[in-house]
């Protein structure tokens, strides 16, 4: 059995940098086991509706602009898997999840930022996911926790996004090492109820989290939100373990978790 991951993906510039964060994706991506595919949920793919990708070959979206040029010449041309799009579609019916398939859009930079790293050749199948913000947390948590068994078969699942992720409060000039304090104390609870698997403290972050109206504004809950997919992905074995906790321009947060093993 494969564990699940949150992992935050950063700036888009996380794909050509080579720093802690990125030395330490690198690292992991050589330790974990090969999977024998990956779902993945992006903070950077929002739907009302649960969206399942069914792709032959992914095409990769460049959905940032003004970074360097080498950027936009990374490819990432995973392929999918329709036996775990199958998979996955029967569970959400099962569940009565609904659900939509696409067969036509590529991976954003949540996904292959995080990829590229992870498994740099491109040559594990991908299924990529949506995210909605508007749904509540257990709901999140509970589309998740639909996919379980699929980790059983060797299929790693990825939520991609950010814990403390607030493109306005980013001091893009100043990358000295320095982190905000408030954005220590948002991370700080979180961490202290993810390993308690506190889930009503967690459902309710919003009201109880410290600074947590700056570390998670309502314009940018999409990027925290994929932590409760991961975590809902080993609702049985509620074990969690911090992997890796950075931070740069003061206050954007790279975490990456594991759950289940």
Request: proline share 5%; net charge negative.
């Amino acid at each position: 059995m494969l564990p699940s991951l949150f992992v935050a993906h950063g700036a888009p510039l996380l794909a050509i940098e080579n720093n802690e964060y990125t030395q330490f994706l690198h690292s992991l991506g050589k330790t974990l086991p090969r999977p024998k595919a990956i779902v993945l949920f992006s903070a950077h793919w929002e739907s009302s509706a649960q969206k399942v990708s069914d792709v032959d070959e992914f095409e990769t979206i460049y959905d940032f602009g003004g970074f360097p040029d080498a950027l936009y010449r990374i490819k990432y041309p995973a392929k999918g898997k329709k036996e775990v799009t199958q998979d996955i579609t029967d569970s959400f019916t099962k569940l009565g999840i609904p659900y939509e398939v696409d067969s036509t859009r590529g991976l954003d930079h949540g996904a292959w930022v995080v990829l590229k790293m992870l498994f740099p050749n491109a040559d594990v199948p991908v299924i990529s996911m949506s995210v909605n913000a508007h749904l509540k947390p257990e709901e999140q948590y509970r589309i998740g926790k639909s996919l379980t068994k699929l980790r059983e078969k060797d299929i790693l699942i990825i939520a991609s996004g950010g814990t403390v992720h607030n493109l306005r409060a980013l001091k893009m000039g100043n990358d000295d090492g320095s982190i905000d304090k408030w954005a220590l104390d948002f991370d700080d609870w979180l961490g202290k109820h993810i390993n308690n698997w506190d889930l009503e403290s967690l459902f309710n972050y919003d009201s109880l989290a410290p600074a947590a109206d700056i570390a998670v504004p309502l314009y940018g809950k999409e990027h925290f939100i994929p932590i409760f997919y991961a975590m809902g992905a080993a609702d049985h074995e509620r074990n969690a373990r911090l992997l890796h906790r950075s931070y740069r321009y003061g206050n954007l947060s790279h975490s990456v978790w594991q759950f289940g093993l």
